[in-house]
Protein backbone atom coordinates (compact mmCIF):
# COMPACT_ATOMS: atom_id res chain seq x y z
CA UNK A 1 0.00 0.00 0.00
CA UNK A 2 1.81 3.65 -0.84
CA UNK A 3 2.65 5.58 1.89
CA UNK A 4 0.01 6.84 3.65
CA UNK A 5 1.71 9.29 6.26
CA UNK A 6 -0.81 7.16 8.91
CA UNK A 7 0.37 5.41 11.94
CA UNK A 8 0.32 1.91 11.71
CA UNK A 9 -2.92 0.15 11.23
CA UNK A 10 -4.58 3.14 10.07
CA UNK A 11 -5.87 3.27 6.27
CA UNK A 12 -7.53 5.67 4.24
CA UNK A 13 -11.28 4.52 3.08
CA UNK A 14 -14.25 5.93 1.16
CA UNK A 15 -17.72 6.73 2.40
CA UNK A 16 -20.20 6.07 -0.09
CA UNK A 17 -22.77 7.81 1.71
CA UNK A 18 -20.77 11.28 2.26
CA UNK A 19 -18.28 10.62 -0.78
CA UNK A 20 -15.80 11.83 1.36
CA UNK A 21 -12.62 10.29 2.72
CA UNK A 22 -12.53 8.84 6.45
CA UNK A 23 -9.58 7.01 8.41
CA UNK A 24 -10.31 3.33 9.74
CA UNK A 25 -7.86 1.38 12.34
CA UNK A 26 -8.30 -2.34 11.53
CA UNK A 27 -6.55 -3.19 14.90
CA UNK A 28 -8.63 -1.33 17.05
CA UNK A 29 -12.03 -1.43 14.94
CA UNK A 30 -12.13 2.72 15.04
CA UNK A 31 -12.74 5.22 12.17
CA UNK A 32 -12.55 8.79 12.17
CA UNK A 33 -13.56 12.07 9.89
CA UNK A 34 -10.08 13.04 10.14
CA UNK A 35 -6.82 11.75 10.15
CA UNK A 36 -5.35 10.43 13.84
CA UNK A 37 -2.78 12.29 15.51
CA UNK A 38 0.85 11.06 14.50
CA UNK A 39 -0.13 11.37 10.64
CA UNK A 40 2.77 13.17 8.47
CA UNK A 41 -0.46 15.45 7.03
CA UNK A 42 2.14 16.37 3.61
CA UNK A 43 3.15 12.44 3.38
CA UNK A 44 -1.27 12.08 3.53
CA UNK A 45 -1.57 15.20 1.23
CA UNK A 46 0.41 13.17 -1.56
CA UNK A 47 -0.94 10.26 -1.33
CA UNK A 48 -4.48 11.57 -1.33
CA UNK A 49 -3.70 13.80 -4.43
CA UNK A 50 -2.49 10.65 -6.09
CA UNK A 51 -4.85 7.93 -5.58
CA UNK A 52 -8.53 10.60 -5.47
CA UNK A 53 -9.34 13.54 -7.74
CA UNK A 54 -10.86 16.95 -7.04
CA UNK A 55 -10.89 18.56 -3.61
CA UNK A 56 -14.30 19.79 -1.71
CA UNK A 57 -14.68 23.39 -0.63
CA UNK A 58 -13.18 22.62 2.86
CA UNK A 59 -10.15 21.26 1.58
CA UNK A 60 -11.42 17.46 1.84
CA UNK A 61 -9.75 15.71 -0.97
CA UNK A 62 -12.58 13.73 -2.31
CA UNK A 63 -13.67 12.41 -5.93
CA UNK A 64 -13.34 8.63 -7.25
CA UNK A 65 -11.65 6.30 -5.52
CA UNK A 66 -8.93 4.83 -7.02
CA UNK A 67 -9.83 1.61 -9.11
CA UNK A 68 -13.35 2.46 -8.58
CA UNK A 69 -16.58 3.81 -10.51
CA UNK A 70 -20.19 4.64 -9.99
CA UNK A 71 -22.91 3.30 -11.03
CA UNK A 72 -26.94 3.62 -11.20
CA UNK A 73 -29.29 0.31 -12.16
CA UNK A 74 -32.90 -0.09 -12.31
CA UNK A 75 -33.45 -3.79 -11.27
CA UNK A 76 -36.83 -5.95 -12.55
CA UNK A 77 -37.10 -8.97 -10.61
CA UNK A 78 -38.75 -12.22 -11.52
CA UNK A 79 -40.32 -15.14 -9.81
CA UNK A 80 -37.14 -17.26 -10.28
CA UNK A 81 -34.82 -14.08 -8.51
CA UNK A 82 -32.98 -15.44 -5.25
CA UNK A 83 -35.28 -12.95 -3.46
CA UNK A 84 -38.71 -12.47 -5.15
CA UNK A 85 -39.36 -9.73 -3.20
CA UNK A 86 -39.04 -5.59 -2.78
CA UNK A 87 -39.82 -2.70 -2.01
CA UNK A 88 -42.88 -2.40 -4.67
CA UNK A 89 -44.03 -6.19 -4.01
CA UNK A 90 -44.14 -8.34 -0.98
CA UNK A 91 -44.49 -11.45 -3.73
CA UNK A 92 -42.93 -10.95 -6.83
CA UNK A 93 -44.79 -13.55 -9.23
CA UNK A 94 -44.02 -12.29 -12.92
CA UNK A 95 -41.78 -14.78 -15.01
CA UNK A 96 -38.52 -13.65 -16.44
CA UNK A 97 -40.03 -13.68 -19.82
CA UNK A 98 -42.49 -10.91 -18.41
CA UNK A 99 -39.40 -8.97 -16.76
CA UNK A 100 -38.08 -8.99 -19.55
CA UNK A 101 -40.68 -7.45 -21.57
CA UNK A 102 -41.04 -4.98 -18.52
CA UNK A 103 -36.92 -4.15 -18.64
CA UNK A 104 -36.79 -3.97 -22.59
CA UNK A 105 -39.94 -0.86 -22.87
CA UNK A 106 -37.79 0.93 -19.76
CA UNK A 107 -34.66 0.42 -22.11
CA UNK A 108 -36.70 1.79 -24.85
CA UNK A 109 -37.63 4.58 -23.20
CA UNK A 110 -34.47 5.23 -21.88
CA UNK A 111 -32.64 4.97 -25.25
CA UNK A 112 -35.38 7.12 -27.16
CA UNK A 113 -34.70 10.01 -24.36
CA UNK A 114 -37.94 10.05 -23.42
CA UNK A 115 -36.96 9.01 -19.53
CA UNK A 116 -33.72 8.88 -17.67
CA UNK A 117 -32.71 5.60 -16.04
CA UNK A 118 -32.56 7.21 -12.45
CA UNK A 119 -36.46 8.26 -13.00
CA UNK A 120 -38.00 5.24 -14.21
CA UNK A 121 -35.60 3.88 -10.96
CA UNK A 122 -37.38 5.67 -8.63
CA UNK A 123 -40.91 4.28 -9.50
CA UNK A 124 -40.02 1.22 -11.21
CA UNK A 125 -36.84 -0.58 -10.03
CA UNK A 126 -37.23 -3.57 -7.04
CA UNK A 127 -33.89 -2.93 -5.65
CA UNK A 128 -33.71 -1.01 -2.74
CA UNK A 129 -31.69 1.47 -4.26
CA UNK A 130 -34.78 2.73 -6.07
CA UNK A 131 -35.36 5.75 -3.69
CA UNK A 132 -31.37 6.77 -4.79
CA UNK A 133 -33.08 7.02 -8.40
CA UNK A 134 -30.85 3.64 -8.41
CA UNK A 135 -27.74 5.17 -7.25
CA UNK A 136 -25.27 2.58 -5.83
CA UNK A 137 -22.78 4.56 -4.93
CA UNK A 138 -18.62 3.31 -5.68
CA UNK A 139 -17.74 0.11 -5.75
CA UNK A 140 -14.81 -1.62 -7.31
CA UNK A 141 -14.31 -5.16 -8.37
CA UNK A 142 -15.34 -8.21 -6.16
CA UNK A 143 -18.21 -6.35 -4.25
CA UNK A 144 -21.36 -6.88 -7.36
CA UNK A 145 -22.18 -10.32 -8.26
CA UNK A 146 -19.63 -10.63 -11.47
CA UNK A 147 -22.09 -10.36 -13.99
CA UNK A 148 -23.09 -7.43 -13.19
CA UNK A 149 -19.82 -6.18 -12.73
CA UNK A 150 -18.22 -6.95 -15.87
CA UNK A 151 -21.17 -4.96 -17.38
CA UNK A 152 -20.80 -1.80 -15.78
CA UNK A 153 -16.95 -1.86 -15.74
CA UNK A 154 -17.57 -2.15 -19.52
CA UNK A 155 -19.13 0.99 -19.71
CA UNK A 156 -17.78 4.27 -20.65
CA UNK A 157 -18.93 7.22 -18.03
CA UNK A 158 -22.37 8.07 -19.26
CA UNK A 159 -23.25 4.54 -21.41
CA UNK A 160 -26.19 2.78 -20.57
CA UNK A 161 -25.91 -1.19 -20.65
CA UNK A 162 -27.84 -3.98 -22.25
CA UNK A 163 -30.15 -5.83 -19.97
CA UNK A 164 -28.31 -7.99 -18.02
CA UNK A 165 -29.22 -10.61 -15.85
CA UNK A 166 -28.04 -11.80 -12.26
CA UNK A 167 -28.97 -13.96 -10.10
CA UNK A 168 -30.94 -11.14 -8.24
CA UNK A 169 -32.80 -10.56 -11.63
CA UNK A 170 -33.08 -8.16 -14.62
CA UNK A 171 -31.17 -4.98 -14.38
CA UNK A 172 -29.95 -1.71 -16.93
CA UNK A 173 -26.92 0.05 -15.64
CA UNK A 174 -25.52 3.09 -15.99
CA UNK A 175 -21.72 4.42 -15.45
CA UNK A 176 -22.09 7.44 -13.40
CA UNK A 177 -18.63 7.58 -12.65
O1 LIG B 1 -29.98 -11.44 -4.38
C1 LIG B 1 -30.40 -11.70 -3.21
O2 LIG B 1 -30.35 -12.77 -2.63
C2 LIG B 1 -31.10 -10.61 -2.46
N1 LIG B 1 -30.69 -9.40 -3.02
C3 LIG B 1 -29.41 -8.91 -2.53
C4 LIG B 1 -29.67 -7.66 -1.76
C5 LIG B 1 -30.74 -7.57 -0.89
C6 LIG B 1 -30.92 -6.37 -0.19
C7 LIG B 1 -30.05 -5.31 -0.37
C8 LIG B 1 -29.00 -5.42 -1.30
C9 LIG B 1 -28.80 -6.61 -1.99
C10 LIG B 1 -31.45 -8.78 -3.98
O3 LIG B 1 -32.47 -9.26 -4.41
C11 LIG B 1 -30.93 -7.52 -4.49
N2 LIG B 1 -29.85 -7.47 -5.26
C12 LIG B 1 -29.65 -6.19 -5.55
C13 LIG B 1 -28.57 -5.71 -6.38
C14 LIG B 1 -27.98 -6.57 -7.31
C15 LIG B 1 -26.91 -6.11 -8.10
C16 LIG B 1 -26.44 -4.80 -7.95
C17 LIG B 1 -27.04 -3.96 -7.02
C18 LIG B 1 -28.09 -4.41 -6.23
N3 LIG B 1 -30.61 -5.41 -4.96
C19 LIG B 1 -31.40 -6.25 -4.28
C20 LIG B 1 -32.57 -5.81 -3.48
O4 LIG B 1 -33.42 -6.68 -3.12
O5 LIG B 1 -32.68 -4.59 -3.20
Given amino acids: MADTGLPPGWEVRHSNSKNLPYYFNSNEKVSRWEPPSGTDTEKLKHYMAAHHSATSRSG ?3 GVPEGKIRAAHLLVKHRDS ?12 RSKEEAYEIIRGHEKRIKSGEAALGELALTDSDCSSARK ?6 FGHGDMQKEFEDAAFGLQVGEMSSVVETASGLHL ?5
Avoid: C, H, Q
Fill in 173 to 177: IERLE
Fill in 82 to 93: RRPKSWRENEIT
Fill in 133 to 138: RGDLGY
Fill in 60 to 62: AVV
